[in-house]
Every structure is written in C-alpha cells, then in structure tokens.
C-alpha cells in the first residue's frame, strides 16, 4: 500500500517506518516508494530522470536514482503536487549566486521528527545539556531551517533557561556569557549550538576575556561554513580557540552537516571526525563523470539520500567534495573554491558584480 | 639589443606564435613605426620619441597562459625588464607550467629580461613603470589599490564571448567546424571563449543542433592531447547537464556521454554563464530582445565571433552592449596580434611619448 503524504497520517505512517528498524531490504523499499511517489509529483524531477533514462518502475538499486543538483532549488519550485499549500519554506543563504534556494515543506511533522531524532541517535543529547543557540529563533528568522531545527529541539528538551542569542543581527554575548557562568556554577553541561561563522563572532568579542571552563558534558555544535559573514578561519583553527576559550576537547565539538534542501543531518565530532547519518538517510560519495559510488579512500561528490525529504526531491547531488571511507566519510569541503577561473566570467563572479552594484 | 633585433629573436623562437610579419604590424599600427623606440621619428610638424619602460610588471591568470605571454612578448618587443608573477598555488599548476616553459623557450638575450616570481612583491610591483594584470575584478580591484598613481596600470578583469549566426539555418559544415574551434579551443577557458551561441528567432534549432554536435565531435575527436575532466571540472559539467534535464531545455550529449562537450537549447535568451569545458548553451533572441538578453553581461562582452553577415542595426546593439572586437566564426581565440585588447592599445599604452615640435 503505497504512503500517502497528503494525508497527516500517512505522513505518521512514514515517521514510524523511518524511525524504525532500518535493515538493507527495508531502505530499499523506502527508497523505491519515495521515488515512485515523487517523480510523477516533480516535473523537474521527471524531467531529469527521462534525460538520466531512469524509470521508476524500472531501475536495479537505490543507488541508480537520479540526484537532483542542489543548485536546481535555486531555479525551481521542487515541490510534489497534490500537496497542500506549504506550512514552512526555508530559504539558503543564496551567497554564492545571489539566487536563495528554496525547500518547501507541507507539513514540518517529518523534520521535526527526523532532525531531533538524528541528533539524539547521534548522542548530542545525552546528559541532557543546557541548550544555547547562537542563532536567531525560528520567530525571527522564518526562513531558516537550522532555526526550526535548533527550535524543534528547544521545544522537545523542554528547557526553560534554553535560549537563542541572536536577536536583529546582533549577538547578546554578554548575557551569554553571564548565563554560562551560571551553568558552570551549577556544574550544569551545555551544548552552544551555532554557524561556525557566529562562533567566529564570539571567539572575538571575547578575545579579551578570560576562558571559561564549561562543566563536564557540556558540547558545542558548529554548522556551515562563513560565506563572507565573518573572517574565515580553518576548521582546525576554529576548534583550537574554541576549545581553549571554552574548555573544551576537540571531542567535545561537533559538526552538523546539513542543509536547507534536506530534513536530515549528518554529525561528526572532532578535528579529523568522520560524518554519520542517520539509518533512514544515506551519503553516497560519487565520481562525477560516471554518476557512481567511488572507492573507499577516493574523492568524490557528496550525494543525499534523505528519506524524510518527502516533500521536494530526496535524491540530492551537492557539489561538496568528501573522501569516502569504510565507515562512513569524510567532508573536505566545497568544490567550488578549487577551480582556477582567471578572466573567464562565471556565475559567482556575475552575481559579485550585481551585488556591486 | 635594437627593437628589430628583439623582434626578429621572438619571431625565431616562436614563429607560429609570434610571426615576424604580425610583430612588425603591431609595432607599426601602434607605435606608428618599427624604430619609434630607437630614435625621433618624423610625423607632421613634430618629431617624436617613444620611450620604453624599463620595467613590466605582468600578473597572469590562473586559467589560460596565452594571455601572460603575449602580454610578456610585448613586454620584450619593447625592450623592458619584465617580471612574471606566475598564477598562484591555488591554480593547478597547468597555467604555470606553460608559462615557465615558454620563458625557457625564449633566446638567452631575451630570456635575460625576464624574471619569475610566486608570490606577488608589492615593493617590486610598485617600481614597476607599467603594471599588466589579468585575473578577476576583484583581483583588479586588489591590484590596482597597491600601485602608485603615477604608475601605469592596465587591468584585464572578467570577460566573455559569444557566438552569433546570422543564418544558422544556413549553416555550412565549414561554419559549424569553426564555432566548434571557438569553443573547445583552450577548453573554453579564457575570457575570447564563447559561453553561449545566439541564433536569430526563427532558427530551426533541432537542425541546427544536429550540424553543430557533429562539427563538435569531430574537432573533440581530433584534438590531441584532450584537456583533461578532473572531479571539480567533470562535477560542473555533471551539473550543466542535470539542471539542463531539469529544466527542460534540450540536452545534445556526445556518444557515450563523454565530458568533452554539451550543447544545451536554453529557450530563454537571457545570458547566463557556462559551466565551461565545452559547454555552450544555444538561445534564440529577436533582435529586438538582444539588448535585453545580453544585459546582465552589459560592458563585459569581449569578442562576438560571426557566422554569417551582421546587420547595422543588430552590430549597434552590440556597440551599445560595450563589445570591443567582431571577427569570423573559426578566429574567436587566435586575435591578431595588433588585437586591441578589451580596447586598449597595448603597446602604445606602455609607451611614454617625447615630443619634438619643429
């Protein structure tokens, strides 16, 4: 019987089945359902599978699903018709072209449950840590995915001194920093949860401070990348000072790799941490002029395979370049920087040049 | 060492690059005479003397060497010391690579004149009597902060191409064969690359997409050695291709779906760039929507190459849209050498004038 994500609850239906056991059968059969269900719902999508020659009622594995390029959410509305109207739709950053993607979402049922889950199965929760997000809430920021996300958790930790410190473009780091030292006079963990960019922000507005000893379970999750928002600092650099400023290991600091145009996340921990996604979504590293997984020890092209993105496209092709390994793969970051472009006129240089303007 | 003696040891050591023939045409079109830096030359009721710099600052781009030689050959027609900032580490060392090689190709009386560097030495820069840059906007922008007011600086920032066919209908095999050199020419890579063809309305596209993937086929075929489809390049033209399905547009692949090229029917004449590595999209415009298509490139149209003739009024749209050079289909990226590049006049421009009156 085939889902029905029109109806809350078939959308109910889809959660359990995701938050389920997920053994290789089962991913297959979600794969194939979600597929069937959104090529003839995205006529973006169909088209690049009719170009790819791939059919739903006829392809081998999950893995021979055509990916959608992320950049595609920047030029269509990717969203399966028969839907409702959407309840959320979350916009990208659009820095590097100047055009924000969009992810539209009928309901946020599925992202609340599959974002909050993926980060308790990972162990960002364990000790139950005092929430802190360098972001601006879901309320003022509407179009932000990570704030409904960091919101999502918010309401599901139920914390009443949990807070975002982001308010009209400013961080509050000093009533931050005073309700940190509370924790730590409470002996109470936190988890500071922000763009690495925000972080950036806070190692300088207390450069001059004292560090501060975060107690015994406290974390710190850092996302995204800086995109022109603050000085860009190397992902070794930034944990450094962070854990000196904070007190914390390398250990102690997570990434979340994720984006707007998916529901699901990938976490690591540490410097050098591998990334791992939850069982009901996948990253497959692929070798862009065969479209197939590359070797473990090669490079290649992140691919998302997120069943919970049930409302737009769930196959994406991202142009983040990653190293896969036995267990899972590393993030070396995004393509775009590596290529020399000289004179030549590109799509980042054009979108410099109006925004110059 | 005379002008005609550095002339006539470039022409030697690069006689295909550099002809003897075009070197003493660029001398002549731009300084007005051969000898104009060995002494006073008559013109009219004033004599005058074109003074060489001593020394050429010249920072080349990442992308293509062609543009750093030229600009270091003229820099030796002229007799100047140059120095060479070579494209960073960042680049993937092609670019350096063909530019260190053709220094050494370079006859030892000339070779001498020339000096290599890295990284970029503002002091150095900053004695410099001329300063040549190719690269992006911003790196002009960067450049041109860092050097004195007095200096001469001439900037090559963001350029591009186009193609346009008059009678695409019409298309000869020959024309079809010199828009595919156009294209796959340095990979696409430099600012006289074309990024997309435009054809007027009423353009049979299917047919016309039929000619020109077979003329691109076979000069990709021909060329040897291929440029190569490293994960960022083969990544971009991936994506080219998958945004082109998704949106609709019409996708002409190579056989086996090789990365070498991709024609893509866009049926919007709005200009948007290319993925590059021979990815050309193909767009229909009226010619009283052109102006409005090439918009967004407005100012940073470098050369429009032609099959077929070009009308007065569609030629005033391209004059008002700030293009600087027309030439046939088939000669996009080989310019003369007395080329006036993004409209400047090279030499003439490096060049400090004495005058005499008499």
């Excluded at chain 1, 993926?118 to 704030?147: D, I, K, T, Y």
């Excluded at chain 2, 530019?99 to 006859?107: A, H, N, Q, R, T």
């Excluded at chain 2, 866009?266 to 102006?291: C, E, K, M, N, W």
């Excluded at chain 2, 749209?317 to 400047?344: E, I, K, N, Y």
């Amino acid at each position: 019987m085939p889902f029905d994500f029109t109806q809350p609850s078939g959308r109910r239906a889809w959660i359990r089945q995701l938050l389920g056991p997920m053994d290789e059968a089962k991913w297959s059969e979600l794969s194939s359902e979600l597929f069937k269900w959104q090529y003839p719902r995205v006529p973006a999508y169909r088209r690049l599978c009719l170009g790819r020659q791939t059919d739903p009622q006829d392809f081998k594995s999950w893995r021979d699903i055509p990916a959608v390029p992320q950049q595609l959410f920047k030029r269509e509305k990717l969203y399966c018709a028969g839907l409702p109207s959407p309840q959320a739709i979350y916009e990208t950053s659009g820095t590097t072209t100047g055009e924000p993607g969009r992810q539209y979402l009928s309901r946020t049922d599925i992202y609340r449950a599959v974002s909050f889950e993926g980060a308790r199965r990972a162990g960002f929760f364990v000790g139950n840590p005092q929430l802190h997000f360098l972001v601006p809430s879901p309320l003022e920021a509407p179009l932000s995915s990570l704030s409904a996300m960091f919101g999502f958790w918010q309401k599901a930790a139920r914390q009443t001194g949990s807070r975002f410190w982001a308010r009209q473009g400013q961080f509050d780091f000093s009533p931050l920093r005073e309700t940190l030292a509370c924790h730590i006079k409470a002996r109470e963990p936190v988890a500071l949860c922000g763009t690495a960019f925000s972080f950036v922000h806070l190692l300088d507005a207390w450069a001059d401070l004292p560090p501060l000893r975060l107690p015994r379970g406290s974390r710190l999750l850092e996302t995204g990348g800086f995109k022109g928002r603050s000085r860009e600092v190397s992902k070794p650099e930034l944990y450094a000072q962070l854990s000196r400023l904070l007190g914390l290991s390398d250990d102690q600091i997570w990434n979340e790799y994720g984006m707007s145009e998916l529901s699901s996340q990938a976490y690591a921990r540490g410097t050098t941490g591998l990334h791992f996604t939850p069982p009901w979504a996948r990253v497959i590293i692929c070798d862009p002029a065969t479209g197939r997984e590359v070797r473990p020890g090669q490079h290649g092209l992140v691919r998302w395979l997120d069943l919970a993105n049930t409302d737009s496209v769930f196959a994406l092709q991202t142009l983040d370049l990653a190293e896969r390994t036995p267990e899972g793969f590393k993030l070396i970051g995004r393509m775009a920087r590596t290529e020399p472009r000289g004179c030549s006129l590109g799509a980042d240089d054009l979108a410099l040049a109006k925004t110059s303007h | 060492m005379t002008t005609r003696q550095r002339l006539d040891l470039l022409a030697r050591a690069y006689p295909r690059l550099f002809p003897r023939a075009g070197l003493t045409r660029l001398l002549r079109d731009q300084l007005g005479d051969v000898d104009a830096l060995e002494g006073w030359i008559n013109r009219g009721h004033v004599r005058v003397w074109a003074r060489a710099p001593k020394l050429i600052y010249h920072i080349g781009a990442g992308n293509l060497a062609i543009s750093a030689m030229t600009s270091l050959v003229q820099g030796l027609l002229l007799g100047a010391h140059n120095v060479v900032k070579l494209p960073g580490d960042r680049e993937d060392g092609t670019t350096r690579k063909e530019i260190l090689d053709f220094i050494k190709g370079l006859p030892a009386p000339l070779r001498k004149l020339v000096e290599t560097q890295r990284v970029l030495d503002p002091k150095l820069m900053c004695e410099a009597d001329v300063v040549i840059a190719f690269g992006s906007d911003a790196t002009m922008e960067k450049i041109r902060s860092q050097t004195r007011w007095e200096q001469k600086f001439i900037g090559h920032g963001h350029a591009l191409s186009l193609l346009w066919l008059a009678q695409p209908n019409q298309l000869s095999p020959r024309q079809a064969r010199a828009c595919a050199i156009d294209i796959l020419t340095y990979d696409q890579l430099g600012c006289l690359s074309p990024q997309a063809i435009y054809v007027p309305a009423g353009t049979d596209v299917a047919l016309l997409g039929e000619k020109l993937t077979h003329a691109l086929e076979k000069h990709w075929s021909g060329l040897h050695p291929k440029p190569p489809r490293p994960l960022p390049t083969a990544a971009r033209i991936a994506e080219a291709r998958d945004m082109a399905y998704a949106l609709g547009h019409h996708v002409w692949l190579p056989p086996k779906r090789h990365l070498g090229w991709t024609l893509i029917h866009d049926p919007s004449p709005t200009f948007r760039p290319s993925a590059l590595h021979g990815v050309i999209y193909l767009r229909q415009v009226s010619s009283t929507r052109l102006h409005a298509a090439l918009a967004p490139i407005e100012g940073r149209i470098s050369t429009v190459g032609l099959a077929g003739a070009l009308s007065a009024p569609m030629e005033q749209v391209f004059l008002d849209l700030g293009v600087t050079r027309f030439c046939p289909a088939g000669r996009m990226q080989f310019p003369p050498l007395t080329w006036h590049h993004d409209g400047g006049h090279g030499l003439a421009e490096m060049v400090t004038w004495i005058d005499a009156e008499v």
